[in-house]
């Protein structure tokens, strides 16, 4: 069974940085895409980030030029590098991983991410 685990949330404050690591475990595929959404309370889960295995990568307006998303040399890990952060990205982040084959999708439990003023 296909696990996401995911690490590294925490709280600090405006313009502190953190680092959001996933791993999978329980499958032999590579996943073709990997990344990370959010959900603030009363909102709904957005995408945040998310690269390929080809190493394209996509951000959410909001993040664009403060986050960093990645793939780890290891199989299946992805991380997240959350520079410059703000209340508003305040949110559980979440590490999402797909497979093309089957059109499978997997979350992870999340992660709480506290940004305070």
């Known amino acids: 069974q296909v696990q996401l685990v995911e690490s590294g949330g925490g709280s600090v404050q405006t313009g502190g940085s953190l680092r959001l690591s996933c791993a999978a475990s329980?499958?032999?595929?590579?996943?073709?895409?990997m990344g990370w959404y959010r959900q603030a309370p009363g909102q709904q889960r957005e995408l945040v980030a998310a690269?390929?295995?080809?190493?394209?990568?996509n951000y959410a307006d909001s993040v664009k030029g403060r986050f960093t998303v990645s793939r780890g040399n290891a199989k299946n890990t992805v991380y997240l590098q959350m520079n410059s952060l703000k209340p508003e990205d305040t949110a559980v982040y979440y590490c999402?991983?797909?497979?093309?084959?089957?059109?499978?999708?997997?979350w992870g439990q999340g992660t709480q991410v506290t940004v305070s003023s």
């Open positions: 999402n991983a797909g497979l093309l084959a089957g059109s499978r999708n997997y």
């Open positions: 329980g499958t032999v595929f590579i996943f073709d895409a």
């Open positions: 690269t390929t295995r080809t190493g394209s990568t």
